[in-house]
């Protein structure tokens, strides 16, 4: 196994990060090759994403990595350091507009240098068509590029507008929105429907609407013989390996049909397909791929490209089996009322795995978990799939640390100390116990409306969960079931939550603004609620907890981390009460007295002192490189995982190992 560098890369508003494939080495050769033929069929479709993304963008990504790589350009000028950020975002965006806003890239170099450039570089080299020259070539991108009124969007939504013409994206070719409306029968005042009588999906996610010569709209569809064949056949040709060394008889029917899937391009085969997935349940590996989020499309009909290969993270899915195990006793222990607590409790056990590779949409920036299939009337028959992934969320943790976020935020270096060494531990632990148990604990009193909190709920339903939480983490069981090494570690989880509610989670609300998402509420909601109530009743000691100031910097001070769970202990009573009885009076005067409102001085505090930290506001991922290992006869005998690529040579490889559509 190579060592695992953790190297910092940043660009514009962007950090790249790596992650660690967790325990891969333990998978049997089977599970490795299945692995990596999935991981192929997940880099085969990147070429696609792109086109999807804007008609020009591989015609521009071709066009640019030829002037990046070439060795007569000069690389030292401040114009090849512009092109060379631009070309590092467009490919973090799949295209030429921003991933997450849809805006698209200004340029900073001049349409001097690039048509310079353009002619200083080996001609073979540049995506021409068959006797295109070069002038032609620029004549068609340099607009694209340096014209702010070209293509501006990728994705336009604003009410009132051609939604279809004004979206850069690249799933209407010639066509308006009414023509596209009319043609899939949707009715705009009654909006989309994905349900249908006879259980079928009614729009293809797969196909581009095009007009033809003569005027007519009509369907070109993405499969194998049919457009984006050559990127379909590959990845066709590689689930076809994987098939082969499937770990289950339905996992490799679950393949096939998506390979019978790609072939044909029946979006009934997709159906199928999505509903066997999700009920496969036997193997470690599992896999996305397919066109499947609608987000790119402003009407929300045609599917993006994505892939991602994953294994089941089996140390988290000891650690939620194992919660889960003791479900009853934990209830049995809780601190409410008895009257409020379950009789017969079952936990829940989450499906943690491990990202092995990422793909399309879901590359560089991928999510932390995953609910699909997305089809409503699938879902509501079949149920669903959803996954949460460690390994990411494990970089995502990484980077904080290595950010100077803590050692701004945290008081000293003791409190520091024991944050690096239990802080991820009981993060993981924390997020299991509120899952796992905190939703499912408690009951209703008989003739409660479960709907009696109204807009309070929300909040109320998370805090309860995290304070179960908090509750439990505190407790001497954690350590006698091995899901914690002694009774220090839960203070770690004490200080980052209660610093995280009373200040550091102000960095992602705007000046003036208040505290609006429910997660976040009930964060606030507990840490001011034990700040407030934290004094010993009578004593003049030192409260458990205080916001103190040094050097004009707010902390937060623990001194007594045995009397805040005593807190938590009564909060959590409080609000399961509250919850049972449906107290609706009580709900609304806990939130708007402790979860809602922001101290404005603290929060500009806390804003200057983050941005002072300089951090990217957008992160994403560098894949590992997964490389074969073959024996004399060229049989595989293992997979190997390096972590050492850079951003640039990733990105170039693979344009150039999986280039399909350029
Ligand atoms: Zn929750």
Sequence with gaps: MEEF?????????????????????????????????????????????????????????KTLETVYTDQRIDHGSEDFRA????????????????????????????????????????????????????????EIILPVIFDRSVMPKRVNKADGEDLVATSACNYYQGVT???????????????????????????????????????????????????????????????????TVAESEQQRQVIELLIGYYETGDPRLFDDYSIAWLQCHDGRVDFINGFIEVYGDPLGLKGSWEGLVEYIDEEATHRTQTISGNAQWFEDHSPVDPRFRKPLVKGVTANVICAAMLGGDEYPSTAIGI?????????????????????????????????????????????????????????????????????GSGQLLPGTDPDALRAYGNTIEEARADLFGLYYIADPKLVELGLLPDMEAYKSQYYTYMMNGLM???????????????????RSLIARWCLEHCAAPGSPALPAMSLVKHDGKTFLQITDYARLRQLVAELLAEVQ????????????????????????????EVLARYRKLGLAPYKGFINPWLLPVCDADGEIEDIQVNYSETYDHQMLRYSTEYATLI
């Excluded at 945290?410 to 997020?431: K, P």
């Design 5 to 61: 560098h953790y190297r910092d890369e940043r660009f514009a508003d962007i950090q790249m990060l790596r992650y660690r494939l967790n325990g891969f080495e333990r998978l049997s050769l089977r599970q490795k090759q299945l692995v990596y033929y999935l991981s192929q069929a997940t880099l085969f479709g990147r070429d696609i994403t792109f086109d999807q993304f804007g008609r020009y963008n591989l015609l521009i990504r």
């Design 83 to 138: 092109l060379s950020t631009y070309l590092k975002r467009l490919w973090f965006s799949n295209g030429i507009h921003h991933h997450y806003g849809c805006e698209k890239f200004k340029p900073t170099f001049s349409v001097k240098f690039l048509t310079d450039a353009l002619h200083t570089v080996d001609a073979r080299r540049l995506p021409l068509a068959d006797g295109q020259t070069v002038d032609a070539l620029s």
């Design 177 to 243: 929105q009414q023509e596209a409306e009319e043609f899939y029968g949707i009715d705009r005042r009654e909006g989309l429907s994905d349900k249908c009588e006879t259980g079928g999906s009614h729009h293809p996610l797969n196909s581009t609407l095009v007009k033809t010569g003569d005027g007519r709209v009509g369907e070109r569809v993405w499969k194998a013989d049919g457009l984006y064949a050559n990127a379909i056949r590959h990845i066709v040709y590689w689930l076809r390996r994987a098939a």
């Design 371 to 439: 609910n699909l299939p997305n089809a409503d009337w699938i879902r509501a028959q079949y149920g669903s799939k959803s996954i949460t992934i460690s390994n990411i969320t494990d970089a995502y943790n990484k980077a904080a640390y290595g950010s100077g976020f803590k050692e701004e935020f945290v008081i000293d270096r003791d409190t520091l100390a024991l944050i690096d060494r239990y802080g991820d531990l009981c993060d993981d632990l924390h997020t299991d116990l509120h899952e796992c148990l905190g939703h």
């Design 504 to 522: 550091t989670q102000l960095v992602r609300i705007e000046p003036g603004h208040q505290i609006e998402e429910a997660h976040m509420r009930n």
């Design 577 to 604: 009460r509250i919850k049972s009885e449906g107290d609706f009076e009580a709900a609304r005067s806990l939130v708007e007295r402790y979860a809602v409102k922001v101290d404005p001085v603290l929060h500009e």
